[in-house]
Antibody
Framework: EVQLVQSGPEVKKPGESLKISCETS????????IAWVRQMPGKGLEWVAI????????RYSPSFQGQVTVSVDRSVRVAYLQWTSLKASDTAMYYC?????????????WGQGTLVTVSS | SYELTQPPSVSVSPGQTANIACSGD??????VSWYHQKPGQSPVVVIY???RRPSEIRERISGSNSGNTATLTISGTQTMDEGVYYC??????????FGGGTKLTVL
């Protein structure tokens, strides 16, 4: 069974760094793209970035470009989303999801979400 | 930037048909997916490539996409269909685009 399992909830202070993870299993890791999606409290879904585990090519939403970094470790089939300096406005649930092909395929499997809380 | 617009809420009586619209410039030229999210849960894809349905999704759900509007249709609506539905497509410069979401209430 395909699974995307995300790391646990985080509570951080403004200015701190953070790296959350998305561990995948039961499919060919390099055959699917991984996306990160933000959902602020009580709000809708926002696309953050997409990474291709095959060649680590990345694409960022203009709203998140320069604010976050996505990466993968092919040896352990894990994708990451990281911040170098968190802000209170980064408080949200972050989901990872996989898709086969840009502009055509859906996000067919999602992680359970990682809740990030940034507060002084 | 490319935007998708959905009504904030739709209400239907049990057993009736719910239609949820998603509008965007020349949306009919792009693929649209629909996701269903219940409180405290991750989104689940219910329609992809405009009208295709994952095997595990009930046949009462269907989709269409033409012109500037994509439509998600849920027939014989039940309380289990409640939640928020998001449309999703692609913008050339913006990448992935989600609609703002439509809360479906069955009452």
């Amino acid at each position: 069974e395909v699974q995307l399992v995300q790391s646990g909830p985080e509570v951080k202070k403004p200015g701190e760094s953070l790296k959350i993870s998305c561990e995948t299993s039961a499919y060919s890791f390099t055959s699917y793209l991984i996306a990160w999606v933000r959902q602020m409290p009580g709000k809708g879904l926002e696309w953050v970035a997409i990474i291709d585990p095959y060649d680590t090519e990345t694409r960022y939403s203009p709203s998140f470009q320069g604010q976050v970094t996505v990466s993968v470790d092919r040896s352990v089939r894990v994708a990451y989303l990281q911040w170098t300096s968190l802000k209170a406005s980064d408080t949200a649930m972050y989901y990872c999801a996989r898709l086969k092909q840009l502009e055509k395929d859906p996000f067919d499997y999602w992680g359970q979400g990682t809740l990030v809380t940034v507060s002084s | 930037s490319y935007e998708l617009t959905q009504p904030p809420s739709v209400s239907v009586s049990p057993g009736q048909t719910a239609n949820i619209a998603c509008s965007g410039d020349k949306l009919g030229d792009r693929y649209v997916s629909w996701y269903h999210q219940k409180p405290g849960q991750s989104p689940v894809v219910v329609i992809y490539q405009n009208s295709r349905r994952p095997s595990e999704i009930r046949e009462r759900i269907s989709g269409s996409n033409s012109g500037n509007t994509a439509t998600l249709t849920i027939s014989g609506t039940q309380t289990m269909d409640e939640g928020v539905y998001y449309c999703q497509s692609w913008g050339s410069s913006t990448g992935v685009v989600f609609g703002g979401g439509t809360k479906l209430t069955v009452l």
